[in-house]
């Protein structure tokens, strides 16, 4: 099969398409010929040598991929060949083919075309995992997200809509912001123009807000305190603003604050397992009906443009999800 190779840690550049050889499955595992594949940050600082695959998964970057049955292991009993899938996977998303713990399977939501279903399975269970199931974020409570024109942002918003939440984003561009308002976001925010802890104070009478979900980390840590309620909780996904930062205690003990991070790459498979499951029984249901829709960037890249697709993530003038 045809398969993106980092052939060196560095710059978009060192991603090339070769001919490899075909992943086997395991027992447990199903076989699954990739229609499209959707591009997440952490497949950048794969490239940069930064975040190596665990162990037992793919060498080849791209956690997220739809396609196609073409072979199960004896043990699978819920898919065939044939079946239309989505899939988050540990690597290998930017290849023809990928071999896949069939507990982090998906069926395609339905009204979902086979490529577009390639955009949710990470932005979901990082969301569902985080936001809902860790953060236990409510209907009538109140949510910013950091990044929100970005795959994750755009998944959260309408998620977190759809279940009667008060949305606040941030982003750097009237055109990322206008569409944000446009999937329903309530108070959008230009971080490059406004000061976000002001904002967000106005915005909720002095209160601040239940949730956030937050990409920025070092950078952002103590402004996201103070921009949080009573008994508020601050949810890091990413470092994209350093991972260091000095933090005042007292702010988190005077208000009952809660401050998690956690990533899904490095969690087992059963982990991996149970949030599908849980994105599968709460999540799929709401894309369905048309309350979530994918949100993907106008240029679709073949896979042997994904140089040229790391490119317009790295340029962050995108939004929603970079298809391969």
Known sequence: MKAIVITEPGGPEVLQLREV????????????RIAAAALNRADTLQRQGRYPPPKG????PGLECSGTVEAVGKNVHRWK?????????????????????????????????????????????????????????SQGETFLIH???????????????????????????????SACRELGADVCINYKTEDFVSRVGEETGGR?????????????????????????????????????????????????????????????????AEIVREVEKHVWPAIASGKIKPVVYGKRFPLGEAAEAHGVMESSKHVGKILL
Not at 57 to 60: G, L, V
Not at 218 to 229: E, I, K, P, V
Request: proline share 3%.
């Open 21 to 32: 050889g075909d992943p086997e499955i395991k027992d447990d595992e199903v076989l699954i």
């Open 81 to 137: 060949i044939g079946d239309q899938v989505c899939a988050l996977v540990g690597g290998g998303g930017y290849a023809e083919k990928v071999a896949v713990p069939s507990g982090q399977v998906l069926p395609v939501p339905t009204g979902v075309s086979l490529q577009d279903a390639a955009s949710f399975p990470e932005v979901a269970c990082t969301v569902w995992s985080t936001v809902f199931m860790m953060s236990h974020l």
């Open 57 to 60: 998964d793919s060498e080849y």
């Open 208 to 272: 601040g807000v239940d949730v956030i979900l937050d990409n920025v980390g070092g950078a952002y840590l103590q402004r996201n305190l103070a921009s949080l309620s009573v008994d508020g909780r601050l949810f890091i996904i990413g470092f994209m603003g350093g991972t260091t930062a000095e933090i005042n205690l007292s702010v988190l003990m005077g208000r009952r604050l809660t401050l998690q991070a956690a990533g899904l790459r490095n969690r087992t498979a059963e982990n991996k």
């Open 147 to 177: 990044g929100g024109s970005s795959g994750i942002g755009t998944f959260a918003i309408q998620l977190a809509k759809h279940r009667g939440i008060k949305v606040f984003i941030t982003a750097g561009s009237e055109e990322k912001l």
